[in-house]
């Protein structure tokens, strides 16, 4: 069964590598959806692929995305809905 998070990473996101290691890590898992810096400088997340690739990407996230940020505080959805994301895209990379 797939499924999709929504994630918003908080506080200490520049120069952290936070959505190249998203990105990679996702692509690794077959994940599609987006990594996106918003206009509340956060870094909001939305992945979509099977349960099992989306628990792994869960894992990474709450073992901390990135050895450069200084906190890895960030919120958490997760829904049964798909929006039918074609790759996983970020604004950087």
């Known amino acids: ?3 999709r998070a929504s994630i918003k990473f908080f506080g200490d ?3 952290t590598g936070y959505r190249f290691f998203i990105k990679q890590k996702a692509i690794e ?3 599609k959806g987006y ?3 918003n206009d509340a400088e956060q870094i909001e997340v939305e992945v979509e692929g099977s349960e099992k690739a ?3 990407f869960l894992l990474f996230v709450q ?3 990135s050895p450069q940020a200084d906190s890895n505080s960030f919120s958490l959805e997760l829904y ?3 929006k039918g994301y ?3 895209e970020s604004d950087i990379v």
């Open 1 to 3: 069964m797939n499924k």
């Open 86 to 88: 074609i790759r996983m």
């Open 54 to 56: 989306l628990n792994e």
């Open 35 to 37: 990594c996106r810096l």
């Open 80 to 82: 049964d809905d798909l």
């Open 13 to 15: 996101v520049y120069g």
């Open 63 to 65: 073992k901390g995305v």
């Open 29 to 31: 898992l077959g994940l």
